[in-house]
């Protein structure tokens, strides 16, 4: 097994099962390489983050790959995904073997930061703040609103424990709406 000094070693046998069980139902049309590098400092633990140490810019290598561009067969596909991720250890470890203000993916087109989204997005986030707080003031002074959220509680806890969650409740309602999908599964198993 290749050592790697930024990538993690990527998850073959499920991306191999993905993409196959994917191809059966006609749910993939491309599979996106997505590379991630920090210029300025990579955060690797939650206590810099706590603290503020964010990195001031965060650049993306993406690249799509039809998938009629991936192999048909499992050891195609095993290869293939293993040599993207050489591509992608290769790639960073030229991205960081850079100057930090100089560091840039090749070959790609950078954006400028857009100003008006930023400030956007901090308004969302001090009105989602704003709604915490109304949140917690009408959990502590209204017993209508104590009885509504304890029984959505009630609620979730019970689709949890019955279900394993909100998503595979929606899964089993999806399942028994449209039946006809789901040749391939029994076929499968």
Same mark, same amino acid.
């Given at each position: 097994?290749?050592?790697?000094?930024?990538?993690?070693?990527?998850?073959?046998?499920?991306?191999?099962?993905?993409?196959?069980?994917?191809?059966?139902?006609?749910?993939?049309?491309?599979?996106?390489?997505?590379?991630?590098?920090?210029?300025?400092?990579?955060?690797?633990?939650?206590?810099?983050?706590?603290?503020?140490?964010?990195? !001031?810019?965060?650049?993306?290598?993406?690249?799509?790959?039809?998938?009629?561009?991936?192999?048909?067969?499992?050891?195609?596909?095993?290869?293939?995904?293993?040599?993207?991720?050489?591509?992608?250890?290769?790639?960073?470890?030229?991205?960081?073997?850079?100057?930090?203000?100089?560091?840039?993916?090749? !070959?790609?087109?950078?954006?400028?930061?857009?100003?008006?989204?930023?400030?956007?997005?901090?308004?969302?986030?001090?009105?989602?703040?704003?709604?915490?707080?109304?949140?917690?003031?009408?959990?502590?002074?209204?017993?209508?609103?104590?009885?509504?959220?304890?029984?959505?509680?009630?609620?979730?806890?019970?689709?949890?424990?019955?279900?394993?969650?909100? !998503?595979?409740?929606?899964?089993?309602?999806?399942?028994?709406?449209?039946?006809?999908?789901?040749?391939?599964?029994?076929?499968?198993?």
């Amino acid at each position: 097994m290749p050592k790697y000094d930024f990538v993690l070693h990527p998850r073959v046998k499920g991306f191999v099962w993905y993409v196959q069980t994917l191809r059966q139902v006609g749910g993939i049309q491309a599979v996106h390489d997505i590379t991630v590098g920090y210029p300025d400092d990579i955060v690797c633990n939650e206590r810099k983050v706590v603290l503020g140490h964010l990195p !001031g810019q965060v650049h993306f290598h993406i690249k799509r790959y039809s998938i009629d561009q991936l192999p048909l067969d499992d050891k195609g596909l095993e290869d293939w995904i293993r040599t993207r991720w050489q591509e992608k250890e290769d790639r960073l470890h030229k991205f960081y073997s850079q100057e930090h203000s100089k560091r840039l993916f090749d !070959g790609c087109q950078y954006r400028q930061p857009n100003f008006f989204r930023a400030g956007v997005l901090w308004l969302v986030l001090f009105m989602w703040c704003i709604a915490a707080c109304w949140f917690i003031k009408l959990i502590l002074i209204s017993w209508p609103f104590r009885i509504y959220c304890t029984l959505l509680s009630v609620f979730f806890v019970s689709v949890t424990v019955k279900y394993g969650g909100m !998503g595979r409740l929606e899964m089993e309602v999806y399942e028994k709406l449209h039946k006809p999908a789901l040749k391939w599964a029994v076929k499968n198993n």
